[in-house]
């Protein structure tokens, strides 16, 4: 206890992404810009979705969530980054840190669940088209998404509690650009046995079985298009289904490579653009990819705009 009460550290410096001093202005503009990108898109949906009624359906209203939790997934990490970018002495107080590493695990979880539920959704929707709303009743829905933040909250607070229980002595440099679990493992002096035992169990758990559960949901809707086989019908399955499953592999691949694979010859260097992949790419390109490309969103969209101007017929 003495020996923790002398070396507490009480902050953290981030140092960020590997970017040459000579091209930070450029990085900080094209960071800004995916930032703002990520903001104005999802909140474009959540309030098309909320405005038009004829998206009050479960696929839409699942998206609004994955656009909420993308809006938030994005905003646990991104301010801090563009800030620290601009500051001469790049810190976070420890609470801070573990504030962080908190939500992100939360959204992070959240968008993964997520993820199932709407591969889910697509699966009921094309495999049993006739029972698809006495199914995915609102009730169902509702407890679907009520299930996704009580296990999400239990798995970010599980990580937090036991990352707070380490003790950080010596070293408070931390190369990355957030407070992420492996790196503030890399840090403490305390035994971290625990601690990377539960984050491959409980990665298993919230990484693995999804990524499962969602490739089957995609597998078996291919198969069953494939046995009425239309030009039409197997052209947008393919659409849809392809850019849905690249999304889902740069999400859940770079995340188990990080995590569950971590290899000891990773350079920080490839870790961090690793996890911008998930953390800023993927929710920025979200929306476009679920969403913009959608036929009743553009819709949704021309409606909106329609109603403010007043001048399409
Ligand atoms: C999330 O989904 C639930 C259940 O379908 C819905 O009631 C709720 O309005 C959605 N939340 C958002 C922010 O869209």
Redesign the pocket.
């Known amino acids: 206890m003495t020996e923790r009460n002398l070396t507490l550290i009480s902050e953290f410096l981030l140092l960020g992404l590997p970017i040459p001093p000579q091209h930070q202005h450029l990085f900080y503009a094209l960071f800004l810009a995916m930032y703002l990108t990520t903001i104005l898109g999802n909140l474009l949906i959540?309030v098309l979705?909320?405005l038009d009624f004829h998206l009050h359906t479960?696929m839409y209203?699942?998206l609004?969530?994955l656009s909420?939790s993308d809006l938030c997934f994005s905003s646990v990490t991104m301010p801090k980054l563009l800030q620290n970018m601009q500051s001469q002495v790049p810190s976070i107080p420890y609470e801070g840190c573990l504030v962080q590493l908190y939500f992100y695990l939360f959204f992070a979880d959240l968008e993964s669940f997520l993820l199932v539920v709407m591969a889910y959704d697509r699966y009921v929707a094309i495999c049993f088209p006739l029972h698809y709303t006495s199914i995915m009743s609102?009730k169902l829905?509702?407890y679907l998404?009520v299930l996704s933040w009580v296990l999400t909250t239990f798995h970010a607070m599980l990580h937090t509690l036991l990352t707070a229980r380490l003790s950080f002595c010596g070293d408070n440099v931390i190369p990355h650009f957030f407070c992420d679990v492996s790196a503030l493992l890399k840090l403490a002096c305390s035994d971290t046995h625990v601690n990377e035992l539960v984050i491959f169990i409980m990665g298993g758990l919230v990484i693995v079985i999804p990524f499962i559960l969602i490739i089957v949901s995609y597998a078996q809707i291919v198969s069953s298009i494939l046995k009425v086989p239309s030009a039409r019908g197997i052209h947008k399955v393919f659409s849809t289904c392809g850019s849905h499953l690249s999304v889902v592999s740069l999400f859940y691949g770079t995340i188990i490579g990080l995590y569950l694979c971590p290899s000891g010859n990773n350079s920080t260097a490839k870790e961090t653009v690793m996890a911008m992949m998930y953390t800023v790419v993927t929710p920025m390109l979200n929306p476009f990819i679920y969403s913009l490309r959608n036929r009743d969103m553009k819709g949704a969209l021309a409606r909106a705009f329609c109603k403010k101007i007043n001048f399409c017929l």
Do not use: A, E, G, Q
């Open positions: 959540i979705i909320r479960p209203l699942f609004s969530n909420f609102p829905c509702v998404v």
